[in-house]
């Protein structure tokens, strides 16, 4: 039950986030250079979460970012972050990347993967898409912007859980 709740709760974020973010980047005209903090979300939850809620997460937050992204065929995120959650897991396996150094350094590299695989999978899925220098010019200014978003998601994340196991009835407060 304590998982489904912290699942709950990352989705929830996720999704509040993603309406924050989206017509704030329309009102400011600045797309193209958006972070990405269900990726950030993704990140955290390969470190904390066990492999298939991880999964579930992983495949909820980019079905919620595929709902959010104009143009993009269905399912792509859902893949994006699937994938990027396994090298996520693998690489939590090696070492502990709790820190906010490596949480950014962590993050802006998923984030490159998740372009690198946007990039594949478009080249492979969607037959009218012509931009695909604009994913590669695109690819390290986003990883930039969405690297802080690592640490911020995860200290908001940690909070979160902290409040789900609180120690005197261990209910979601």
């Known amino acids: 039950m304590r998982n489904f709740l912290r699942i709950l709760a990352y989705l929830a974020l996720g999704y509040l986030l993603l309406s924050v973010e989206s017509p704030l980047l329309v009102r400011f005209h600045l797309r193209m250079y958006a972070p ?31 709902g959010f992204s104009a143009g993009v065929p269905v399912g792509l995120h859902v893949e994006i972050y699937l994938l990027v959650f ?5 690489l939590s396996n090696r070492f502990d990347y709790r820190n906010t150094v490596l949480m950014t350094a962590v993050t802006a590299g ?3 993967l998740a372009s690198f695989l946007f990039f594949v999978f478009v080249a492979i899925f969607d037959r009218d898409f012509e931009q695909f220098d604009l ?22 994340l940690k909070w979160v859980d902290k409040k789900a196991t609180d120690e005197r009835d261990g209910t979601f407060r």
């Open 36 to 66: 990405d903090p269900t990726l950030a979300i993704v990140v955290f939850s390969a470190l904390v979460l066990n492999f298939l809620p991880g999964m579930a997460t992983a495949a909820l937050l980019g079905l919620m970012k595929d």
């Open 135 to 156: 994913i590669f010019r695109l690819a390290i200014p986003q990883a930039l912007i969405t690297a802080p978003m690592g640490p911020i998601v995860a200290a908001i």
């Open 86 to 90: 396994l090298a996520c897991v693998i």
């Open 110 to 112: 998923a984030s490159l």
